[in-house]
Structure formats: structure tokens, C-alpha cells
């Protein structure tokens, strides 16, 4: 059967080694697998978080910060069991979950490979938020936390930077069946998530509007004390960007602050900001087979 994980419903071979829009076939490709600091303080805690990090993506985002292995061109192939194998091995090293990094595309492998494996701490879904409903229902039960990112309310800007018009409709549906599997998110005693949905957003430079829009459609579709909320201001020009002007800056103070201000005043009340010192790269890992071979 060809592939329609997606919402690109490109309906690629990939069995058969054919790539997809994601830039890869269907055997799952990991880059790093390895305890990682870099998340919200209730995914990284003081252990870590278990990151598995998978090669390729199916929204291709023009200003991706991980864009050495989100175009396919990374990673080692791995069955399965070697999968199993390495969920397992993180979970021994008293990390606080099991991040899967960038995983849709391999929504099918990786649902395999969770079913009936007893990990005693959550597994965390950290994926862009394009995503199809009916490959998230399929992950029912295998997930504890959801961690998409809501990229866009300006279909305009989603499809400038991720030639998918369709994102703003399509990650609100997405996120709304994340929001129903989890219900209201629930930290443990030590402030650690243990089920529930986190919401990120990334503030893009010039587009404060669009960052206005998504905090518009969150409150407006999300209960405001069942959810947390992350407004991330990371963004850090990559390389390649030379079509796109615009993007090639960091946010503003400006634009940080209007929109932070527009988040306090809204009806969201738990959750992160970030200040515009956190545009670094430093926290983007070494893309080099850690814990993979």
C-alpha cells in the first residue's frame, strides 16, 4: 500500500525505497538517540528527555533549525526491534520520557514497535502539528503526550514557508484529536508532564500578526486551564534562505514583546515563554548516530 500517513497524502511507494514528500522511504531512519536538555522544563526536568530523532519530515519548513537531517538525507536505517531496543535503552538511563522527534512519517514503525512495551514513563509526540487525524487515532493508547507545534494561523505565510496552504485548518483538527486522547495535562510531583498536550509556537520575524492569530485560535478552541502553551522565541536564520528576506533576522524585541504581551493578556494561563537571548543554535545536538549504532 502507498503511502498516506499525512495530510500531504502523496501516496508515495515508499516501501518499495521510493522517497515521499517526507524525503524518505518506510524503514525508520534515527539520527541521535540520547538524553536532550533542550525542551520545555516539564519534558527536560534535571534527567533529560529520551529524543529520538528521525530523519526527514513531511512539512519541509523552509527555516528548519534541524534542516541537516529534516530533507531525509541522514540517519541510520533501523527495524523495529532495534527500535524497541532503543526506546528501551533510553528509559534505562532514567531519562523523564520518550521523545519522538519528527516522527509522523513514521507513525506505522513506530506504533509497532510501542505496542505492548511497557516503558513506565511517557511517550511524547514532538511533531510539527501537519498531521492527519485518522494516523493519530491509530497511536491511541501508545501516547501519553502530545507536543505540537501550531506554526501558523496565516495560510498565506504556510504556504510561503511550507507549500501547505492548508496547515491552519489541518494542525487545529490535528491538535484537537490530540487534545481529545490526552484530556487535561497532569504533572507529577516534581512538576514533570505526565499526560496532557503542550502547544508551541514558534514567533517568526515580520509575522507577529500570525503569532496573534494562533494565540487567538487556541483560546478559542482549547479550555484554558486544561492545556500549556509554549511561545518560543528561538527562531535562528539557517542557511539557504536567500528567497526569503525576510527570515533572514531574528525576532525583534519589538515583535517578542507585543506578542508576549498579547499572551499574557489573553486567557491562557499555564505554560512557557522564552526571551529573544534563547536565538541560538547552541542547543540544536549533533546529528551523529548517538545511541543509534
Known sequence: MNCNLCPRRCNAPRRDGKNGVCGVGEAAMVCRAAPHFGEEPCISGTRGSGAVFFAGCNLRCVFCQNHDISRGAAGEPVSVARLRDIFLALRDQSVHN?????????????????????????????????????????????????????????????????????????????????????????????????????????????????????????????????????LMCQYTPMPGLEAFPELQRRVSAAEYERCASYLEFSDICHGYTQSPESATDEMIPAFDGTGVK
Do not use: C
Not at 123 to 134: L, P
Not at 195 to 202: E, F, Q, T
Open 98 to 230: 520518550l521523545n519522538l522527534v519528527t516522527p509522523t512519517h513514521f507513525s506505522d514503525v513506530i506504533a509497532a514497535a510501542l505496542d505492548g512495551l511497557d516503558l513506565g514513563i511517557p511517550v511524547v509526540w514532538n511533531s510539527s502539528g501537519y498531521e492527519s487525524v485518522e494516523t493519530l487515532r491509530r497511536l491511541e493508547g501508545l501516547v501519553q503526550v502530545y507536543m505540537p507545534d501550531f506554526k501558523y494561523a496565516d495560510a498565506a505565510l504556510s504556504a510561503r514557508y511550507s507549500a501547505a496552504p492548508d496547515y491552519p485548518k489541518t494542525a487545529l483538527a490535528a491538535i484537537s484529536e490530540m487534545y481529545r486522547q490526552t484530556g487535561p495535562f497532569v504533572l507529577d510531583a516534581d512538576g514533570m508532564l505526565r499526560r496532557g498536550l503542550l502547544i508551541r509556537h514558534l514567533i517568526l520575524p515580520g509575522a507577529p500578526e500570525n503569532t496573534l492569530r494562533v494565540i487567538d485560535a487556541v483560546e478559542d478552541h482549547f479550555p484554558a486551564e486544561h492545556i500549556l502553551f509554549s
